[in-house]
């Protein structure tokens, strides 16, 4: 089974700064695209960031000039680093990739709580 693995959500106040961390098994083969969504409470999963593996990426308007994508292509592993961050950022922020088949791969979720 493919696997991704999300760490370093949590519970920061407006203004501050958090780093997720997204590592993929060994078990996908190639990834083209590695990137994370976002899901807040009664909303629709909407694209936070992406990174290509030429280094292209692409931020939602929202985030732009505050958040920082990056990716480790030996490692398989995709960053997401979050300044200044606002009580609208809060939501569940699920890793993504996506194969050389097309094929979508989600993690389970890490919670992102800012508090105002």
């Known amino acids: 089974q493919v696997q991704l693995v999300e760490s370093g959500g949590g519970l920061v106040q407006a203004g501050g700064s958090l780093r997720l961390s997204c590592a993929a098994s060994?078990?996908?083969?190639?990834?083209?695209?590695m990137g994370w969504y976002r899901q807040a409470p009664g909303k629709q999963r909407e694209l936070v960031a992406s990174?290509?593996?030429?280094?292209?990426?692409n931020y939602a308007d929202s985030v732009k000039g505050r958040f920082t994508i990056s990716r480790d292509n030996a490692n398989n592993t995709v960053y997401l680093q979050m300044n200044s961050l606002k009580p609208d950022d809060t939501a569940v922020y699920y890793c993504?990739?996506?194969?050389?088949?097309?094929?979508?791969?989600w993690g389970h979720g890490t919670q992102v709580t800012v508090s105002s």
């Open positions: 990174i290509a593996s030429g280094s292209t990426t």
């Open positions: 993504h990739a996506r194969d050389i088949y097309y094929t979508n791969h």
């Open positions: 060994a078990r996908i083969f190639s990834i083209n695209v």
